[in-house]
């Protein structure tokens, strides 16, 4: 089936520093979708990208939908320790209801 | 505005049972999504359904099935448990469906012994 590859698969980072996320894909998606999971809950939605070449903003966070529709990246600038977490990258299509391929995975770690 | 209700949270079971899981989506959303996440296979699509119809499959065994009521609220039920089976399973709710985002629960812990 699909595969989504997200990079790194982990980052431990300073307090204040800036992080950078991506996902890329074999197979064009024509959404793209960050969420964020804390331990015990369920994926939080953080942005939704539905055209190509579209960067969107939700306060420190930024992220784009690649151009070729295979790809997107998630920014976080001047993390803070709140942004610990797992970070998830979905693909999916307008078309076919809501079926999401994920992303492995990126668990973000930050020093205080 | 309240969130997706999965229940229950934790639910221990052994091989071979049957168990059933609820969901009650956000109020006037009428598609609902299930996934399944365990640590090796990551989040994985089961079904969707939308006004009481499945509307999308993803690629489980038969064993695995669902169904959505008229108020939109769905339950998930896997038959003859196994191991493998252990995970924790989420539902998502959105609006309708393609250009609407999901919103997820909270999940259920399953424990197979």
């Known amino acids: 089936g699909q595969q989504l590859n997200q990079s790194p698969q982990s980052m431990f980072i300073q307090e204040g520093e800036d992080v950078s996320m991506n996902c890329t894909s074999s197979s064009i998606f024509n959404t793209w979708l960050w969420y964020k999971q804390d331990p015990g809950e369920g994926p939080v939605l953080l942005i939704a990208?539905?055209?190509?070449?579209e960067l969107t903003s939700n306060g420190r966070l930024t992220a784009q939908f690649g151009i070729t529709r295979k790809d997107s990246f998630l920014n976080i600038s001047a993390s803070i320790p709140s942004d610990v977490g797992i970070y998830f990258c979905?693909?999916?299509?307008?078309?076919?209801?809501?079926?999401?391929?994920f992303g492995g995975g990126t668990r973000l770690m930050v020093k205080p | 505005k309240a969130g997706v209700t999965q229940t229950p949270r934790y639910l221990i079971k052994t091989r071979g049972q049957q168990v059933t899981l609820s969901c009650s989506p956000i109020?006037?959303?009428?598609?609902v999504s299930w996934y399944q996440q365990t640590p090796g296979q990551g989040l994985q699509f089961l079904f969707e359904?939308?006004?009481?119809?499945?509307?999308n499959k993803g690629n489980f065994p038969g064993r695995f099935s669902g169904r959505q009521f008229s108020n939109s609220r769905s339950e998930m039920n896997v038959s003859t448990l196994e191991l493998g089976d252990s995970a924790l399973y989420l539902c998502a709710s959105s609006l309708d469906g393609g250009h609407q985002p999901q919103h997820f629960g909270d999940g259920t812990r399953l424990s197979i012994l």
């Open positions: 990208l539905y055209k190509a070449g």
């Open positions: 109020s006037g959303h009428r598609s």
């Open positions: 979905a693909g999916g299509f307008r078309n076919a209801g809501n079926m999401l391929t």
């Open positions: 359904y939308f006004s009481e119809t499945q509307r």
